[in-house]
C-alpha cells in the first residue's frame, strides 16, 4: 500500500507567517535555527541553521474535542511548499523511533493502535493501522517529547 503523508494546510502556514494567532490564540514566536533538530509541519523538511522559523501550538484536528491534542511544533518563517509526495518525508529520517497511533473518521483515537516503533518499521506499522477498516488515518508524533510531525493516510 502507497502512503500519503500529510503536512499542516497552506491556508493555515500563510494565516500563522502573517501573525494569525495559533490553537492557544498567541501569535508565533520567531527563532533562528541552529539546524539540529528544527522539522517544519509545513514542507516535512528540516529548518537549516541560520533560516528563522517560527514556534506556535498546533491542533491538527477538525473539531474540538477531547482527543484533539495541541501541542509546540516548528515552521519555516519564510514561505516553503508543502509536502506532497508519496515517499518518507525528512523530518521522519532523524529519530530512531516514532509514535504512530490510529484515529476514527470522528477524529477519534482507536484504543489499542498506539504504540512507539523503531523508525524502520514506520512504514509497516501505518500500512497494518490503514487496513483496519475503522482507522481513516495514522498521527506520527515523536517518540521523546510527543510532538505531532505528520498525518499518514491511504492514497
Do not use: W
Not at 509497516?124 to 498525518?151: D, F, G, I, T
Amino acid at each position: 500500500m502507497a502512503l500519503r503523508y500529510i503536512p499542516m494546510s497552506t491556508d493555515q502556514a500563510e494565516r500563522l507567517r502573517q501573525g494569525g494567532n495559533d490553537a492557544y490564540g498567541n501569535p508565533p514566536e520567531r527563532q533562528i535555527s541552529d539546524g539540529d533538530g528544527v522539522p517544519c509541519r509545513h514542507c516535512l523538511g528540516n529548518v537549516d541553521a541560520g533560516d528563522t522559523y517560527l514556534i506556535f501550538a498546533l491542533r491538527p484536528f477538525t473539531s474540538l474535542q477531547p482527543y484533539a491534542e495541541t501541542g509546540p511544533v516548528f515552521m519555516h518563517a519564510d514561505e516553503c511548499p508543502a509536502y506532497s509526495d508519496e515517499v518518507r518525508p525528512p523530518i521522519l529520517t532523524s529519530s530512531k523511533d516514532y509514535l504512530l497511533r490510529g484515529y476514527g473518521s470522528n477524529e477519534r483515537i482507536i484504543y489499542g493502535t498506539g504504540g512507539v516503533v523503531p523508525a524502520e518499521q514506520l512504514e509497516s506499522r501505518a500500512e497494518a493501522l490503514l487496513s483496519m477498516p475503522e482507522v481513516a488515518s495514522v498521527h506520527v508524533r515523536s517518540a521523546k517529547n510527543n510532538c505531532y510531525q505528520c498525518r499518514i493516510e491511504r492514497p
